[in-house]
Nanobody
Framework: QVQLVESGGGLVQAGGSLRLSCAAS????????MGWFRQAPGKERELMTA????????YYVDSVKGRFTISRDNAKNTVYLQMNSLKPEDTAVYYC????????????????WGQGTQVTVSS
């Protein structure tokens, strides 16, 4: 079983930056594609970005492309989300997920989920 714990969320003003971390337990971290989802109040959970098992391939939804960067360090069992130029509409609970990446349409099937971390961007 894989356990995921997110950290790094908080309150930031528009235009600011945050770096989220997702620490995974177990020895099978490198067997999974990883991704970050977010869910705003009253809205559907959406995939923002995903990264392949080895970290060589990434995907970004249009709304965050150019602002957010996903990366992973398999030696540390950790995936990161660097968020720059944050906007109020980025306010949501951010979830880390481990699973399988589907390319058509781009999606991550989450087998394991973290508890989420709140990101609030003030205007």
């Amino acid at each position: 079983q894989v356990q995921l714990v997110e950290s790094g969320g908080g309150l930031v003003q528009a235009g600011g930056s945050l770096r989220l971390s997702c620490a995974a337990s177990g020895r099978t971290f490198s067997s999974y594609a990883m991704g970050w989802f977010r869910q705003a109040p009253g809205k559907e959970r959406e995939l923002m970005t995903a990264i392949s098992r080895g970290g060589s391939s990434t995907y970004y939804v249009d709304s965050v492309k150019g602002r957010f960067t996903i990366s992973r360090d398999n030696a540390k069992n950790t995936v990161y989300l660097q968020m720059n130029s944050l906007k109020p509409e980025d306010t949501a609970v951010y979830y880390c997920a481990a699973g399988k990446y589907v390319s058509v349409p781009p999606h991550l099937i989450g087998d394991y989920w973290g508890q989420g971390t709140q990101v609030t961007v003030s205007s």
